[in-house]
């Protein structure tokens, strides 16, 4: 055999034995790699292979797809790459975006092994528009049938929505029934009461705090159509939803036994997740958290518009939280509070503990299944249960921006998140509102720049603007108890 063909086939050798090792990144730097005493190097339409000894040269055209899977079949590199998933988009409110909005686009990625000669290039595939339903539905994956088969009979505007801002738990788990029940009832309350059929609520909230069929990290649970039949008949001659709403409290305490106390409030009662609408009237007791979720799910099924409130940390007074309910007087044009969980004079008598008062929005997300909190998606509302006080903070010595600063307050032996919010880019500082804590446990407040941690305590007052100017402290004194105020 001639001495240049045994070469070639030596070479063909090394290519399956020893080449193979460093050949990804030969195709991607297309620069020397040396490794276990390889030299490999570009030479124009050649490629240098040099060992302790000699050197040789090899075409490129091995380095061709063809050519290159015909000694390693099995190469990942070779195949080309999987289409990407759409891009997630994130939850948005309704108030903010229409159901019909187009999501953002996907681009399939090439092969990342590019060919050699011009003509085999990869050519990068046009860009496809993925609309936020059919994101969606892909995500649903075996359940997308369930889903489908909804829109099938009832594809309304109502009805993606729900599709569109529904978690992932419940996209691959949510029935048809359970999504045409909640749109089939929205609908038909809509049409029969006076502030539906009237037009005297905005479609937006309808829309937001009437329909979705989930209140937060409950299991899935089809109670509108049962909740419906029974109140109903009780609120069919209301002309307006505050009347509407205090016959549903009054029915949620009283039931159908003569009077007695129908539910019972126990606080910090219950498991992580919060029971279901259903689930709580069968064992009627349960936190304040579940006692309100089980009001706003009453008040939606005869389409009165509501929405979870929540203090996250008492400032002092007690540890925990506390939770209401906020539903809409039509007649007054303004939030209304109810609370199936405490007294409302309670809760009026109590607000020199409040730290922050927030509304929910009407559809939670992913985070609110997993218990992680959203703040900024929740509405501070403090003004609207006391006189807020503001806070400007600054941060010492900051070259990143924006700043995300932290606000806690002592509850439960720690320190607990109340308030959180990034600095606008130019200016590095933040102005948040917050209530007054003069007779209870000062704020704490913190933030990261550069890599260090600045953190002060400061108290505020009701109607005033206070400042605070971040600096870096011995770590250790941020767990120190704080002292209350005599």
């Known amino acids: 055999m001639p001495v240049r063909k045994l070469i070639a086939v030596s070479l063909l ?9 460093v050949y990804a990144k030969v195709v991607h730097l297309k620069n020397g790699t040396a490794l276990e005493g390889l030299q490999v190097e570009v030479d124009g339409d050649y490629l240098r292979l040099a060992v302790s000894g000699g050197s040789t040269r090899i075409p490129k055209t091995l380095l061709a797809e063809d050519s290159l899977r015909e000694f390693f079949p099995d190469d990942p590199l070779l195949k080309p790459a999987p289409p990407k998933e759409p891009a997630r988009g994130t939850w948005k409110n309704y108030r903010n975006v229409s159901p019909s909005a187009t ?22 595939s046009p860009t496809v528009a993925v609309s936020p339903l059919e994101k ?40 048809a029934e359970h999504l045409l029940n909640t749109v089939n009832y929205y609908l038909k309350v ?46 069919a001659n209301c002309t307006d939803t505050k009347e509407a709403a205090l016959i549903a409290h009054k029915w949620l305490y009283k039931g159908n036994t003569g009077g007695t106390a129908f539910m019972k409030f126990t606080p910090g009662s219950g498991e992580y997740r919060d029971m279901a609408p259903r689930q709580l009237l069968k064992t009627k007791e349960g936190k304040c958290f579940e006692m309100n979720l089980l009001m706003i799910a009453l008040l939606r099924s005869i389409g009165v ?34 609370d199936a969980g405490a ?21 939670p997300t992913e985070r609110d299944l997993h218990g992680r909190e959203r703040w900024e998606l929740m509405e501070n509302i403090t003004a609207s249960y006391t006189k807020p006080a503001l806070l400007k903070v600054t941060a010492a010595g900051s070259t990143v921006k924006p700043i995300c600063y932290t606000v806690y307050t002592f509850n439960y032996g720690t320190w607990r998140t109340v308030a959180q919010q990034y600095s606008a880019q130019r200016s590095g ?38 400042e605070l ?3 870096e402290q011995v770590a250790e004194n941020i767990f120190q108890f704080p002292q209350k105020t005599k």
Request: proline share 8%; with cysteine.
């Open 13 to 21: 050798i090394v290519c399956q034995t020893l080449f193979y090792p």
């Open 103 to 124: 999501g953002t686009t996907a681009q399939s990625t090439p092969s990342p092994v590019p060919s050699v000669s011009a003509s085999s290039q990869p050519v990068a």
């Open 136 to 175: 969606a539905l892909i995500r649903a994956g075996e359940n997308r049938p369930e889903l489908e088969q909804a829109l099938a009979q009832s594809n309304t505007p109502e009805m993606k929505l729900l599709i569109t801002s529904a978690p992932p738990y419940d996209l691959v788990n949510i029935t």
């Open 190 to 235: 809509k049409k029969e009461t006076v502030w539906g059929n009237g037009k005297e609520l905005d479609e937006k909230l309808w829309m937001e705090y009437v329909l979705p069929y989930r209140i937060t990290d409950e299991d899935l649970d089809d109670w509108r159509k049962e909740f419906y039949e029974t109140l109903a008949p009780l609120v």
């Open 305 to 338: 518009p509501a929405r979870f409130v929540v203090i996250p940390y008492w400032t002092g007074q007690t540890d925990l939280y506390h939770s209401w309910v906020e539903y809409w007087d039509s007649q007054n044009a303004k939030w209304g509070h109810l």
């Open 343 to 363: 007294n409302p004079d309670w809760l009026m008598a109590n607000s020199q503990s409040y730290s922050v008062v927030y509304a929910l929005p009407g559809f």
């Open 429 to 466: 500082e933040v102005v948040f509102e917050l209530a007054d804590n003069t007779k209870v446990y000062p704020y704490l407040v913190s933030a990261a720049v550069d890599g260090k941690l600045v953190w002060d305590t400061v108290k505020v007052i009701a109607g005033r603007e206070t």
């Open 469 to 471: 100017y971040l600096h």
